[in-house]
């Protein structure tokens, strides 16, 4: 068990296919350039049509990672939320067939409503902090989409 998560931590962010590995070099590239272009002052001579094509890179570049780095660890969490929720899921109903715990039934209704708004509210921040934190939004949603559906690699050789 203790492989199979170490081999899901280091593949989420590893692993990756041909066409992300382009996409993700190409966001290093844009970082590079454009904080270069910050760095030596030369933003005016990267302006061509009015776009400061400096500012563009450097903050497509970061959205991009930064939307990927959000992405994969969504993916990861919920895959261990998932694993842990059903283990307590079936030790739960394994200890109530025993007969050696009783469970509320009643109480998990109000529970599951009092998640749901608590899901809600960090949902709703979550949706602030895309908006407003990570530039550049069609490169963070790329990033984004390329990171949740980062797979992670289990293969037979133990490192």
Known sequence: ML?????????????LSFLKRRMMRLAVVGILGGGAAYAFGVQRNATVGGIDWSHLSLTSGVGFIGGFLVGATMRLFLKVALML???????????????????????????????????????ESLRTFFSGILPAGVA???????????????????D
Do not use: C, M
Request: charged share 20%; no cysteine.
């Open 140 to 158: 963070t949603v790329l990033g984004l989409g390329s990171g949740v559906t980062q797979k992670p690699q289990f293969d037979d050789d133990t």
């Open 3 to 15: 492989d199979v998560l170490r081999t899901l931590f280091r593949t989420s962010f590893t692993n």
């Open 85 to 123: 929720g059903l283990a307590f899921v079936a030790l739960g109903y394994g200890l109530h067939y025993l007969g050696w715990i009783e469970f509320p039934w009643h109480s998990f209704g109000d529970a599951a409503s009092d998640i749901g708004r608590v899901v809600e509210r960090q949902g």
